[in-house]
C-alpha cells in the first residue's frame, strides 16, 4: 500500500505546495517563520480559500457576550479550538493556549472555545459553565451542542485547532496534542504578515469572566476541592484545594478511631 506525503496531503487540504511545518536548513525560528509567513501570503492569493462561516446567532456563550465574526472578531487573528470537556486529550492542551494567551495578550489574537459535545449529556450548559470554571479558561467559549462549526469545517478528531485571518479565511487546522510550536509560530506569523498590510484591529474583546461571577467560588474558602485523605490516628484531615494549588489540613477531634 503506498502512502500520501505529508506535503502531498497539505496540497490536497489547502491547495499549497509548500506545508510549513518544519524547519529550514538552518533550524532557526525566523527563517521558519518566513516559511509561515511566505505559506500565509500564498494561501491569501487563491480564490477558493475557505471562508470560516458565522456563528449561529442562538447559541449560548460563556466568558463573554456572544460574538461574530464578521463583527466583534474582525480584525483579529483567532484560534478556534475545538473541545468537549470530557476528553482528556483537550485538557492537555489548556496550557498551550493559556500560553498563547499570555504571550500575544497585548494584540490582535484570541482564542475561542469551540465546545463541541461528543455525547448528549455534554451539551448542558451548567457542565460547561462547570469545566470552564474548573480548569479556570478565561477565554470566550461557545457551545455549539449541534456540532455546526464542526461540520462545516469538517473537524474530525478532538482537540482541533482552526487558525482564522482577520478577514475570516481559515488559514490552518492543526489536530492533537503537542502543537505549542506550530501555533505559536503561525499566530506569529499571521500577526507580522496582516498587521503590515493595516488589517489588524487592537480593539479589546469585552470578557465577563464566568469565575466573577459565580457566588460558589466568593463564599468558599475551597476552590473544586479534588480528594479527601483521614489520618485517623491524629485526627487529622486534608483536603487537595485544587484550584488554589495547595492541600488544606484540619484538625478534627470528631473523627472516631477505627
Same mark, same amino acid.
Given at each position: 500500500?503506498?502512502?500520501? &506525503?505529508?506535503?502531498?496531503?497539505?496540497n490536497?487540504?489547502?491547495?499549497?505546495?509548500?506545508?510549513?511545518?518544519g524547519?529550514?536548513?538552518?533550524? %532557526?525560528?525566523? &527563517?521558519?517563520?518566513?516559511?509561515?509567513?511566505n505559506?500565509?501570503?500564498?494561501v491569501?492569493?487563491?480564490?477558493?480559500?475557505?471562508?470560516?462561516?458565522?456563528f449561529?446567532?442562538?447559541?449560548?456563550?460563556?466568558?463573554?457576550?456572544p460574538?461574530?465574526?464578521?463583527?466583534d472578531?474582525?480584525?483579529?487573528v483567532?484560534?478556534?479550538?475545538f473541545?468537549?470537556?470530557?476528553?482528556i486529550?483537550?485538557?492537555?492542551?489548556?496550557?498551550?493556549?493559556e500560553?498563547?494567551?499570555?504571550?500575544?495578550?497585548?494584540?490582535?489574537?484570541?482564542?475561542?472555545?469551540?465546545? &463541541?459535545?461528543k455525547?448528549?449529556?455534554?451539551?448542558?450548559?451548567?457542565?460547561?459553565?462547570?469545566?470552564?470554571l474548573r480548569?479556570?479558561?478565561?477565554?470566550?467559549?461557545?457551545?455549539?451542542?449541534?456540532?455546526?462549526?464542526w461540520?462545516e469545517?469538517?473537524?474530525?478528531?478532538w482537540? %482541533?485547532?482552526?487558525?482564522?485571518?482577520?478577514?475570516?479565511?481559515?488559514?490552518a487546522?492543526?489536530a492533537?496534542?503537542?502543537?505549542?510550536?506550530?501555533?505559536?509560530?503561525l499566530?506569529?506569523?499571521?500577526?507580522?504578515?496582516?498587521?503590515?498590510?493595516?488589517?489588524l484591529?487592537s %480593539?479589546?474583546?469585552?470578557?465577563?469572566l464566568?469565575?466573577?461571577?459565580? =457566588?460558589?467560588?466568593?463564599?468558599?474558602p475551597?476552590?473544586? =476541592?479534588?480528594?479527601?485523605?483521614?489520618?485517623?490516628?491524629?485526627?487529622?484531615?486534608?483536603i487537595s484545594d485544587?484550584?488554589?494549588?495547595?492541600i488544606?489540613?484540619?484538625?478534627s477531634?470528631?473523627?472516631?478511631?477505627?
Amino acid at each position: 500500500m503506498q502512502y500520501a &506525503s505529508p506535503k502531498a496531503i497539505w496540497n490536497l487540504l489547502f491547495g499549497t505546495s509548500s506545508p510549513p511545518f518544519g524547519q529550514n536548513e538552518d533550524g %532557526t525560528r525566523s &527563517s521558519r517563520i518566513q516559511q509561515f509567513i511566505n505559506y500565509i501570503a500564498d494561501v491569501e492569493s487563491k480564490g477558493n480559500t475557505t471562508q470560516v462561516p458565522e456563528f449561529p446567532s442562538k447559541l449560548d456563550w460563556l466568558n463573554t457576550a456572544p460574538l461574530q465574526l464578521r463583527r466583534d472578531l474582525e480584525g483579529k487573528v483567532v484560534l478556534l479550538d475545538f473541545w468537549t470537556y470530557c476528553c482528556i486529550n483537550c485538557m492537555h492542551v489548556l496550557p498551550d493556549l493559556e500560553f498563547l494567551e499570555k504571550k500575544y495578550k497585548d494584540m490582535p489574537f484570541t482564542v475561542v472555545g469551540v465546545h &463541541s459535545a461528543k455525547f448528549d449529556n455534554e451539551k448542558d450548559l451548567e457542565a460547561i459553565r462547570n469545566a470552564v470554571l474548573r480548569y479556570g479558561i478565561t477565554h470566550p467559549v461557545v457551545n455549539d451542542g449541534d456540532m455546526y462549526m464542526w461540520r462545516e469545517l469538517g473537524i474530525n478528531s478532538w482537540p %482541533t485547532f482552526a487558525i482564522i485571518g482577520p478577514t475570516g479565511k481559515l488559514l490552518a487546522q492543526l489536530a492533537g496534542e503537542c502543537r505549542r510550536k506550530d501555533l505559536d509560530d503561525l499566530v506569529e506569523a499571521a500577526l507580522l504578515y496582516y498587521g503590515k498590510r493595516k488589517l489588524l484591529d487592537s %480593539t479589546p474583546i469585552p470578557l465577563n469572566l464566568e469565575k466573577d461571577n459565580d =457566588p460558589r467560588l466568593l463564599k468558599s474558602p475551597l476552590k473544586f =476541592p479534588g480528594k479527601l485523605a483521614v489520618d485517623v490516628f491524629n485526627k487529622r484531615l486534608f483536603i487537595s484545594d485544587s484550584n488554589h494549588n495547595r492541600i488544606v489540613g484540619y484538625l478534627s477531634l470528631s473523627i472516631p478511631l477505627l
